[in-house]
Structure formats: structure tokens, C-alpha cells
């Protein structure tokens, strides 16, 4: 743990994982911005964007799974040094993420007026509907530039989605203000604002990418296959292979979180907007450990394409403490914090209250979060899938939601105990998934 070898691949992840960690944190940090702006509108319009971003989220995480499988294969071909593969991955990978990303716009901009049906408070369910609507359409120029930022970060080359990811968040808390509120002569959009800020930001980022990388001198090697008669059905299929079981396993866990903000809802809009910021804190934490996961897959597949097999199972292991570090870090500023931070969402003191107390829980899972969510990065560095996912859906819809709804309604603790059936099931899965790789990793 402490020896000149793991001091070696502690620094080689951080400097892989930092940028990786800004970029992720892009994504949540819309939501993040979207709730605190519209908070600050009223209670309804935060409940409204809780229940929309829980729905939006299930969409979201499909397409990142899906896009997810480019890196471990780019890492991979690039520890063999296979210029050809790398290219051929490239290529269909913004295929096979382009039609994804119209194909999820399409099927869930059809199924939004489902929401009624969720049994949620009537007024939250007029404003969510709209506001998912928009945000279905991001996921096209979304899944655009992922494929972009996973081909470069399986090239180890992660600071260019970055920096492109914080100028569009700042795009984003820009067009929030201009068009939530109707400054500068626009008509105040409300919480619908909040949506085509992220459309805008979004199709903004995915410009950038593909021009870094259509546009780079490095990548020159890799322009000239991509040609339309250079897709490959054998190409897709594989992706789709090590994607698909991701999305799953993706599903399966923000899947949980959703439906708990479903079950919160059947408790009332105080409890969903309570929710909202508690989750919208352990979101962010999460999506900067999930940093240190992308970290892990790049460095366990390109050193495992390379034959180094003891290298291999050291990355995995350094990556696993140095998310166990962070997130006992973050568990310690939520605690400090938890009074302080409902009050940057909404006046209402009676939400204060319950989120300071599920921000607690949210303190105290953060261990078990970061064990789970580096463990499924080595994993698939290691193009581990299947296993991981059948591991996600026994914690989280197995035991974490029947936990949560028979403390949360048989117990009548409301929120808090759904809460403690999300923390039962991230603890199992982070147990269950180190002895994956502890079983499954080369010797």
C-alpha cells in the first residue's frame, strides 16, 4: 500500500483521474445547477426537477454504458499498440452512439406522459413533463461527444473533455440565469429554462470534442479510416457486448436511486425536494469517484494489453484505495457541511431539516459508494460486465428498494428510511464487487 511500486500507480491514476474527475462532475453539476436555480423559484419547481432528473437519469445512464465500452477496447489496443483497431473503434463507436442517442430521444420522448401515472403530487407531474421532454433531446449531441471523450481517454488523454466540460458548465449556469429568470430581454422560461440551457450547453460540448479530435495533428493517424464503408457490424456487435451489460449495471443502480425518488414522492413534495438535494450531493461526490473508476479502466486494460498481469491487478488495487481516500474525505466535508448546504437550494425550513438528516446517510455510504464505483472501473479494464451487473441488480433492486419501502412505509420512517435501504445495498455491492476483481484479476 505504501511501497515505491504503489506510490508509481497512485501517481499515474491521479493524473489520469483528475481531469476525468472535472469532466464527470460536468454531467451532474447541470443537474446540480438546474435544482439550485430552480429552488430557488419555489419548492415545487425543485420537487418537479427531482422527479425529472430521476427519470432523465435512467435514459442517461443507458447511453453512458453504451459508451463506456470504447475506452477498456481503445486501452487495450493501444497497450498492443494497434493503430488500425484504434481507429476502427473510433469510427464505430460514433456510430453506434449517434443512433443510440436519437434512438433513447425517441423512446423515452414518447413515454414522458407516463409520468402521470407515478402517482406523484399533480402540479410537480405538470411541470416535470416538459422539462424531461427537453432534456430527452440532449441525449443526442450527449452520446455525440461521449464518443468522443472515451475514444481520447482510452488514449490516456483526458484534460481536453475537461477543460471543455468546465467552459460548458459555466455555459450552462450562464443560460440558467439568462433563461430560468428572462434576463436580457428573454421571456422567463422557469424550470422548462433550466432544459434548454443543458440542450444548448450540450450540443456545444459535443462540437468542441469532434473538432479537437477531427482537427488534432495527433490523431492524424487514425483520420483516414474513417470512412462510412469502414463500419463494422463485428466492430458494434463487440461494443455492444461489453456496453450493453454496463448500461445495465448502470440501471440497475441509478435505476434504485430513481425509484426511491418515485417512493419519496408517495411521501410528499417536502420529502422529494429534501431528496433531491441529498441526492444531488452524494451525485456529485459519486461522479468524482467515478473519475478514479474511468482512471482504472484505462490503466488495468492498457497494462493488461500489454501482458503485464501483476501491474495489472497493483493498478486496480491503488485505484480502489485512492477511492476509498476521497470518499472518506467527501463523507467528512458532508457532515461538516450538512447544515449549511439545503439552505443554497430552498428557503423552506421544514426541507432543511430532512435533508440535513439524509444528508447524514449520504455521509456515511460514501465508503461503500467508492469501493462499488472504482471496483466496476477495474472491472471493466479487465472487460469484466456480465458478473458486475448481476451484482447490481441483487443489491440494489434485491435488497436496497425492499429495505427502503419496508422501513420507509411499514416502519414509517419516510425518507430516512428509504435512504438506509439505498445505504444496506451500496455496502453489499461494494463487498461483493472487491471480491470480484479480488477473484477475477490476473496472477
Known amino acids: 500500500m505504501f511501497s515505491a511500486l504503489y506510490r508509481e500507480h497512485y501517481k499515474n491514476t491521479f493524473w489520469l483521474a483528475y481531469p476525468v474527475v472535472l469532466s464527470q462532475l460536468g454531467h451532474i453539476l447541470v443537474s446540480v445547477a438546474d435544482s439550485v436555480m430552480a429552488g430557488r423559484i419555489g419548492t415545487l419547481q425543485l420537487a418537479a426537477a427531482s422527479l425529472g432528473n430521476s427519470i432523465f437519469t435512467i435514459t442517461l445512464v443507458f447511453g453512458l454504458g453504451i459508451s ?6 481503445v486501452a487495450r489496443a493501444d497497450g498492443r499498440k494497434n493503430h488500425t483497431r484504434i481507429a476502427l473503434v473510433l469510427l464505430n463507436g460514433l456510430f453506434l452512439n449517434t443512433i443510440m442517442g436519437v434512438l433513447l430521444f425517441l423512446a423515452f420522448w414518447g413515454l414522458s406522459p407516463l409520468i402521470a401515472y407515478l402517482n406523484q403530487p399533480e402540479e410537480v407531474v405538470r411541470l416535470a413533463i416538459p422539462y424531461v421532454n427537453i432534456l430527452f433531446l440532449s441525449m443526442v449531441p450527449l452520446m455525440v461527444f461521449q464518443a468522443f471523450k472515451q475514444f481520447a481517454e482510452g488514449l490516456s488523454l483526458t484534460k481536453q473533455s475537461m477543460y471543455i466540460s468546465i467552459f460548458a458548465n459555466v455555459l450552462n449556469v450562464g443560460l440558467n440565469y439568462v433563461l430560468i429568470y428572462g434576463k436580457l430581454g428573454m421571456p422567463a422560461l422557469g424550470l422548462n429554462g433550466a432544459a434548454w440551457a443543458t440542450l444548448i450547453s450540450r450540443v456545444i460540448m459535443a462540437i468542441m470534442m469532434g473538432m479537437f479530435v477531427f482537427m488534432a495533428p495527433r490523431f492524424a493517424r487514425y483520420r483516414h479510416y474513417l470512412r462510412f464503408q469502414s463500419i463494422s457490424w463485428t466492430h458494434i456487435v463487440r461494443m455492444l ?5 454496463i448500461s445495465l449495471q448502470m440501471i440497475f443502480e441509478m435505476g434504485a436511486f430513481s425509484f426511491s425518488a418515485v417512493m419519496i414522492g408517495w411521501v410528499g413534495a417536502m420529502e422529494l425536494a429534501a431528496h433531491q438535494i441529498a441526492l444531488n450531493i452524494a451525485s456529485v461526490t459519486y461522479m468524482m469517484a467515478s473519475g478514479i473508476s474511468a482512471a482504472a479502466t484505462i490503466r488495468v486494460g492498457k497494462l493488461r494489453g500489454s501482458g503485464d498481469l501483476e501491474g495489472t491487478k497493483t ?38 431539516a430532512l435533508a440535513a438528516q439524509l444528508l447524514i446517510i449520504a455521509a456515511v455510504f460514501q465508503l461503500s459508494d467508492g469501493v462499488q464505483v472504482v471496483g466496476l472501473g477495474a472491472l471493466r479494464g479487465l472487460e469484466d460486465v456480465k458478473v458486475p451487473s448481476m451484482i447490481s441488480l441483487f443489491s440494489y433492486w434485491l435488497i436496497a428498494l425492499p429495505v427502503g419501502y419496508a422501513l420507509g412505509f411499514w416502519l414509517d420512517m419516510g425518507a430516512i428510511g428509504i ?5 444496506t445495498g451500496l455496502t453489499i455491492a461494494a463487498v461483493l464487487l472487491f471480491f470480484r476483481f479480488r477473484s477475477f484479476s490476473p496472477r
Open 68 to 73: 463506456f465500452s470504447i475506452t477498456p477496447l
Open 241 to 245: 457486448k461489453i456496453g450493453f451489460p
Open 315 to 352: 493498478a486496480g488495487y491503488s485505484s480502489l484505495i485512492m477511492g476509498v481516500v476521497f470518499m472518506a474525505t467527501s463523507a467528512t466535508l458532508i457532515i461538516l457541511c450538512k447544515d449549511l448546504i439545503p439552505h443554497l437550494y430552498v428557503k423552506d425550513e421544514m426541507v432543511h
Open 419 to 423: 435512504w438506509l435501504g439505498l445505504f
